[in-house]
C-alpha cells in the first residue's frame, strides 16, 4: 500500500488510485445513513455541495472498492465498513453482492443541447449516448467483477433475456459481451462523428433510441458470466448529473422514473445544478415514484456536534495512519485541547484581573451589586485562572443585561443572588464569553477537536483542507524534533490562515463573485456587530440572518417567471451561495409563531470573519435589506436597530 508524505493533500476520489488505500480511507458511518429499502426498491437522489463525498459514496459500490472491502474484511480498519456493506447486502461471505455501475454526465452530452436546436432530436440522441454509455460501463463492471483486465473474456459474459424484452436496434440474440461491446461502440462512434459533422442523417435509422431501452437490460439475473449469475443485485449510478443541460437532466430523470427499472437508479449531483426551490425542498420526503433524497452535507452537520465529530476525526486518523513520516495512534492526539503551562496560566490571570476590575468598577458601590459581587468572588476560590476570566467576563455580561433592564427605575435595590451561579454557569453565555476574551485579549479560541469538526461545515474537502495544514505543522515538529502535540495558538494561526485562504478564493469559483462577496461581507460584518453587542443578547453569537419563508419561496419563483431583473439577480447570489456551501440554508425554522429560512455563514468564514462557531443566533432581513446590501457590501445596521426574530436572553 501506497503511504503519502501528508495524505490529507489528496482529497478527492479519484486521486487514490489504489482500492486498499480508498477503502481504508472510507468512513463507514456514512453507510449507516443509506440503511433503508428504498435505497434499493426506488430511484434515490444523492445532493452535495462540492467536496461533500458524492463521488466516494457511489465508488464504493464499484466492483474494485467492494471487492477490496471484501478481501480485507478481517483488517481491523475495514471490519466496520464490511459490517455495514454486509447489513446494507452490498457484499455477503461469497463477495459482492451488487453490481454498480457508475455512469458520469460529465462529457459529451451537454454539445447535444449547444449542437442541435430541434427538442425531440436532442432526445432521441441523448437516449443514443445514454444507451451506450450504460452498456459500456455495464461491460467494465462485469469485467472488474471478474477481475478481467481485457476484452478477451467478453465472450464470457452474455445477457440471458426473456423474448419479451425489447432489444435496442442492432443488438440480436444471443447478447454476448463481444456483441454489446460492437453495438454500443458503433452508436458512440456514429453520434460523436455525426455531431463533429453536424450531420444527422444516421439517426432515423436507430428507432429504439426513442426510449431508455438499455435499462431493461440490467436485470441481476440476466445478467451471467460463464453461463452463471454473478449478482443479486444491479445498481446504475448516475453522477454529475448537473452537468447536464437543464432540459437534459429533467428527460433523463422523468425518462427513468416513468420507465421504473429492475435495476436500482442513483442520481447524483451537486446542488449547484438545482434552482432555489429545488435546493430549498432537497431532504423532502420520499416521492411515489422516487425513494429518499439524500443531502450528503447533512451527513456531515450534527448540531449535538457529537456525531459528526466522531466521524470526522476517525476519517482524520485513517488518513494520518497513512503517513510514513509521522506514526500516530489518532489524529486528535496531535491537538492539544486546552491552553497550558505557567505562560497561558500567567495571561489568564492578568485578563481576569482586568475583567475584574473593570466591572468592580461599573459596580460603582452601588447597592444592587453587592450581594452578586460577593457570590462572585467566592466562586473564584475554586477556579483556574481560565475559568475565574471566563467567569468575570460572564459577570460582566450579566451586569449590562441588569443595567439594561433596570432602565427609569428610582431606587438602587439589591439584586436578588439567588440563582445567580446558575446564570454563570450558562453554557451559551459561558462560550460567549470565551469567544469575547478572545476578541478583547487574543486567547486562543479556534482550537481542539470540536471546534475543528464544526469548521467543517459538512464538507469533507474543507476538513481535510483544515486537517492537512495541521498535519505540516505536526510533521514538521518531527522532523525538528519537537513535540507532534500542536498548542491552541498554534493550531489559531493555522487554520485562520486557511479561512484566508479560502475567502480569498470565492471570486474565482461563482458567479457574479464579486455580488457574492459583497452579500457575505455583509452578513459576516453584520454579525459581528451583533455578536459583541455589550448585553450579548444572542449567546454564544450572531453567525447568520433570517428570511420569511413566504420570501424564500418568492425568490424562486421570480427566477421561474423572470421578473425584477434585481431579485434575480439576489436569487441568483443566494443560489450560488448555498449550492457552493457558502451559506447554509435551513428552512422551515419556526420561531414567533411564523417560519423562517435561516441562512447561516460557512463556518470557515466565521473564521475569518472573526465570529463563534456555534449555530443558533441570527437576525431576521427582508429581502430589500439583502439587495441593498449588494449595493453597499460594507454597511450594516447599528445595534440599536428593530428587534430580531432569533434566540435571545428573556
Not at 463521488?55 to 478481501?71: N, Q, V
Request: with cysteine.
Amino acid at each position: 500500500m501506497r503511504n503519502w508524505r501528508n495524505p490529507f493533500r489528496f482529497r478527492a476520489s479519484e486521486h487514490i488510485e489504489s482500492d486498499e488505500t480508498f477503502v481504508c480511507l472510507f468512513n463507514p458511518d456514512v453507510l449507516v445513513d443509506l440503511m433503508s429499502d428504498d435505497i434499493w426498491d426506488l430511484p434515490c437522489f444523492i445532493r452535495s455541495t462540492p467536496g461533500a463525498g458524492k463521488t466516494s459514496l457511489l465508488r464504493m459500490f464499484t466492483p474494485p472498492a467492494l471487492l477490496a472491502a471484501y478481501e480485507l474484511r478481517s483488517n481491523e480498519y475495514i471490519k466496520s465498513l464490511f459490517g455495514n456493506l454486509t447489513k446494507l447486502k452490498a457484499v455477503n461471505r461469497d463477495g459482492p453482492a451488487i453490481l454498480g455501475i457508475v455512469v458520469p454526465c460529465r462529457h459529451g452530452f451537454d454539445i447535444v443541447v449547444e449542437a442541435i436546436s430541434a427538442v425531440e432530436r436532442q432526445k432521441r440522441i441523448l437516449n443514443a449516448l445514454v444507451n451506450s454509455r450504460i452498456v459500456l460501463r455495464l461491460l467494465q463492471a462485469v469485467m472488474s467483477l471478474r477481475r478481467s483486465s481485457g476484452t478477451a473474456d467478453l465472450q464470457k459474459m452474455e445477457l440471458d433475456l426473456p423474448d419479451s424484452v425489447l432489444l435496442p436496434l442492432g443488438l440480436t440474440r444471443p447478447c454476448t459481451g463481444d456483441s454489446l461491446h460492437m453495438w454500443a461502440r458503433d452508436v458512440e462512434k456514429r453520434v460523436c462523428r455525426s455531431l463533429d459533422r453536424f450531420d444527422f442523417s444516421w439517426e432515423e435509422s436507430i428507432p429504439g433510441d426513442d426510449d431508455l431501452l438499455a435499462l431493461d437490460l440490467l436485470c441481476a439475473g440476466a445478467i451471467k458470466f460463464d453461463g452463471k449469475p454473478i449478482v443479486d443485485r444491479v445498481l446504475l449510478m448516475f453522477d454529475d448529473v448537473h452537468r447536464l443541460a437543464s432540459t437534459q437532466r429533467k428527460f433523463l430523470i422523468d425518462s427513468i422514473l416513468t420507465r421504473r427499472p429492475q435495476a436500482a437508479v442513483w442520481f447524483a449531483e451537486r446542488l449547484e445544478g438545482l434552482d432555489v426551490n429545488e435546493m430549498l425542498s432537497s431532504g423532502a420526503r420520499p416521492g411515489r415514484d422516487y425513494g429518499r433524497t439524500i443531502v450528503l452535507d447533512n451527513l456531515w452537520r450534527d448540531r449535538r456536534g457529537k456525531t459528526t465529530q466522531r466521524r470526522l476525526l476517525d476519517i482524520a486518523t485513517r488518513r494520518a495512519r497513512q503517513s510514513d513520516l509521522v506514526d500516530v495512534d489518532s489524529f486528535e492526539g496531535c491537538l492539544a485541547h486546552l491552553p497550558d503551562g505557567t505562560e497561558w496560566n500567567s495571561e489568564f490571570q492578568k485578563h481576569a484581573g482586568a475583567v475584574r476590575a473593570r466591572a468592580q468598577k461599573k459596580a460603582g458601590g452601588k447597592i444592587r451589586y453587592a450581594e452578586w459581587l460577593v457570590v462572585k468572588q467566592a466562586r473564584d476560590h475554586t477556579q483556574t485562572a481560565s475559568e475565574q476570566a471566563i467567569d468575570w467576563r460572564t459577570f460582566e455580561i450579566l451586569m449590562a443585561r441588569a443595567e439594561a433592564n433596570s432602565q427609569g427605575e428610582l431606587f438602587d435595590i439589591p439584586l436578588d443572588s439567588q440563582g445567580l451561579s446558575e446564570q454563570l454557569q450558562d453554557s451559551s453565555l459561558r462560550e460567549a464569553s470565551e469567544f469575547l476574551l478572545y476578541r478583547e485579549f487574543g486567547t486562543p479560541y479556534y482550537y481542539g477537536p470540536p471546534k475543528l469538526a464544526l469548521m467543517a461545515s459538512g464538507s469533507i474537502e474543507q476538513f481535510l483542507a483544515l486537517a492537512a495544514g495541521l498535519f505540516d505543522e505536526v510533521m514538521s515538529a518531527v522532523l525538528l524534533g519537537k513535540s507532534r502535540i500542536l498548542s491552541p495558538e498554534s493550531q489559531s494561526r493555522i487554520v485562520k490562515k486557511i479561512a484566508e485562504e479560502y475567502w480569498n478564493g470565492i471570486p474565482r469559483g461563482a458567479r457574479a463573485g464579486s455580488l457574492v462577496k459583497a452579500l457575505l461581507e455583509s452578513i459576516g460584518l453584520f454579525s459581528r456587530s451583533q455578536t459583541e453587542r455589550p448585553t450579548a443578547p444572542y449567546a454564544p453569537g450572531v453567525t447568520g440572518i433570517a428570511i420569511h419563508m413566504s420570501e424564500a419561496m418568492r425568490l424562486g419563483d421570480l427566477q421561474a417567471q423572470h421578473a425584477s431583473s434585481d431579485f434575480l439577480q439576489l436569487s441568483s447570489v443566494i443560489g450560488s451561495c448555498i449550492a457552493n456551501n457558502w451559506l447554509v440554508a435551513k428552512p422551515n425554522i419556526k420561531c414567533k409563531k411564523q417560519e423562517w429560512m435561516v441562512l447561516y455563514l460557512n463556518r470557515i468564514l466565521c473564521l475569518h470573519f472573526d465570529l463563534p462557531l456555534s449555530y443558533g443566533g441570527w437576525r431576521e432581513k427582508t429581502l430589500k435589506e439583502l439587495l441593498e446590501w449588494l449595493r453597499v457590501p460594507h454597511g450594516y445596521p447599528t445595534a440599536s436597530e428593530g428587534d430580531s426574530n432569533g434566540s435571545t436572553y428573556k
